[in-house]
């Protein structure tokens, strides 16, 4: 072994740089916190209630009183948009953690297992994956309605299918590792190795793929409610806002567009810090939405 | 190769198959069944056996769905339940509509993402490379929503130089045709140039890292010949490749777009026939969309084929 002993300063120059984000990572951060804030603090923000109907004027452009103007039935814009942070964003996270947790744990188990069960369930995943998203969960919502669980359910599992791929060819990386063998040697069981063993060696990825996929949720969810098969009124949400508010377009007002900016904003921070990541883990992460 | 490719396509087919199934199966998740659906908490028991009887619903299952595949493989779709029109009558209106914009949009597309991916692919971490990076992964993360509403606040509202619906009855001419179609093929267009551009941007990167690269310019080869001919060369399977993905996208952004701009296309069709049950407009329309995706992903997986000698001289 003479392997060269890379000298401790310039490791720990490079261990340094590991830990702290760029301009981007931080903008990024501070953009995704805020909204955090904002869900987890909104009644307390809002100056109205998201359902209550303050003004006889609909569309009023902003002012003190409405600070981002009055909708299409004269509800705070402001007021709305808080709300909505909290459904979209719980939404979005029940959703994707249902997906990561479905698809990591379907996709070590293949990856383990091997040889028939993971070519069954390899093959089918593929089959679903041929699917374009979108149109799996309009027949979902034609068939079941759209309610907040069906639309937490049918994310979920849509998007567990490319949660299932990344997390099997993780898995399937380790699999030969000689840490994994000296574990199954010692007699450890396919649970402790994939807890102990599999899991903590794939944590950044699936925190990279994790961001990423809660960008691709939250517009999928979006998406459904701005056709208006998503959250349904009087519900504050996000993709939904942006629907009931078109009307007003033609008349210049914001009402509109502040939602969706307001979506825009934190799948490109979502982006932005997926970008950061996997600049570190050395995967390319992205390419086609899904 | 063609043994390869035969493969594959087989594959395909199996999945449309399949997807076929699931739009079926899709319908029979309801409560209750689709009569109970489309008539109603409210129905009395005789309108329902009426309309059960009507559509078919007295036999089983497995028997209405080989007799309903049967009918969509000679383009029969039924009868749509809330216009007791032929389905196949409003598929084909509404078809036209949206191969136009989803056409238009691909034309616009590539050649943009293709000089932007090579371009920032020739001099990486350069201030081209960049900030068009940056540009891009910042356009792909946004809802083809707001950048809908956002081109018709600037270009309808405060500018007025082009309509905020694209009405598209007929063209009556050229100039209308544009100027109609403009902002909805900008939308769809900027998603994918920038998803495309970034993929081809890491296609090339990836070739002009490979030995043969450095051999050809440590030979003296000019730099534009060795992108263009030694490289591009190499990277055309895995770039369109990268080009059949990205248009197979177009199935997903061309159902908020064509809703964002009222366009009378066939994703329009589908939309509202979801808000309104029309399960046979829907089964249509979800298996002509999958349809042509699979077949882009088929076609996508052809070019990598017979871009890669390995795969291509398989036996």
Redesign the interface.
Known sequence: MTAVKPSSAAANRRNAKRRTLSA?GVFAVAILLLWVLVALFGPFLAPHNEADIVSDVNFTRPTVEYLLGTDYIGRDVFSRLIYGARTTLATGLIATLIAECLGICLGFFAAIRGGIVDSVMSRLND?LL???????G???????GSSIPVLIATSGFVYASAVYRIARALAMDLREKEFIEAARARGEGTWWVLSREILPNTTLPLLTDFALRL?FII?FM??LG????GVQPPTADW?SM?REN?EG????SLA??IP??A??SI??A???LV?ELSRRTGR?Y????E | MLNLIGRRALQGLLTLLLVSFLVFAGTELLPGDVAQAVLGQHATPESLQELRVQLGLDRPAALRYVSWLAGVIHLDFGVSLASQVPVRTLVMDRLGHTLILAGLSAAVAVPIAFVIGLGAATRPAGVFDRISSIAALCVSALPEFFLGTLLVLIFAVNLRWLPAIAYVTEFRSFGQMVTSLAMPVATLAAVIISQMARMIRATVVNVLSLPYVEMAVLKGVSYRRIILVHALRNAVGPIANVVALNLAYLVSGIVVVETVFVYPGLARLLVDAVSSRDFPVIQACVLIFCAVYIALMLLADIAAIIGNPRLRHQE
Do not use: C, E, Y
């Open positions: 981007t089959a041929s699917f374009p998203h979108i149109m799996m309009l027949v979902v919502i034609a068939a079941l960008s517009l979006s998406s701005f056709l208006g098969l993709g942006v078109m377009l033609g008349s210049g509109p567009i969706a900016a979506i825009a799948t490109v979502l982006n932005l970008d390319i992205g390419g086609a939405r």
